[in-house]
């Protein structure tokens, strides 16, 4: 059982940064591939980010790119979400999730945190 907690979320303006933080509990936190997904009202959930165990790849959805960036420590247990030039259409609640590898579906990923709300204003 792995438990998943995030923080870091807000309002914030459009253009703006936040990071977000999700720690695990658990010694095999190492082992595990994460990953960040989001949620807006009314929208399916989507995949923003993903890191493997051990931090060598990472990959990232489409409408994120070139402004977010993932990145883990293992020794603290914690994935980070680096959000720059934050946009109004970021607005969701951000998920982190934990796999054995990196999947952009978020049918396959083993463990959710409970989520963070981000907001961006115009």
């Known amino acids: 059982q792995v438990q998943l907690v995030e923080s870091g979320g807000g309002l914030v303006q459009a253009g703006g940064s936040l990071r977000l933080s999700c720690t695990a509990s658990?010694?095999?936190?190492?082992?595990?591939?994460m990953g960040w997904f989001r949620q807006a009202p009314g929208k399916e959930r989507e995949f923003v980010a993903g890191?493997?165990?051990?931090?060598?790849?990472?990959i990232y959805g489409d409408s994120v790119k070139g402004r977010f960036t993932i990145s883990r420590d293992n020794a603290k247990n914690t994935v980070y979400l680096q959000m720059n030039s934050l946009k109004p259409e970021d607005t969701a609640v951000y998920y982190c999730?934990?796999?054995?590898?990196?999947?952009?579906?978020?049918?396959?990923?083993?463990?959710w945190g409970q989520g963070t709300q981000v907001a961006v204003n115009s």
């Open positions: 658990g010694r095999t936190f190492r082992v595990y591939a």
């Open positions: 890191i493997s165990s051990n931090g060598a790849s990472t």
């Open positions: 999730a934990v796999r054995w590898a990196i999947a952009t579906s978020s049918d396959n990923w083993d463990y």
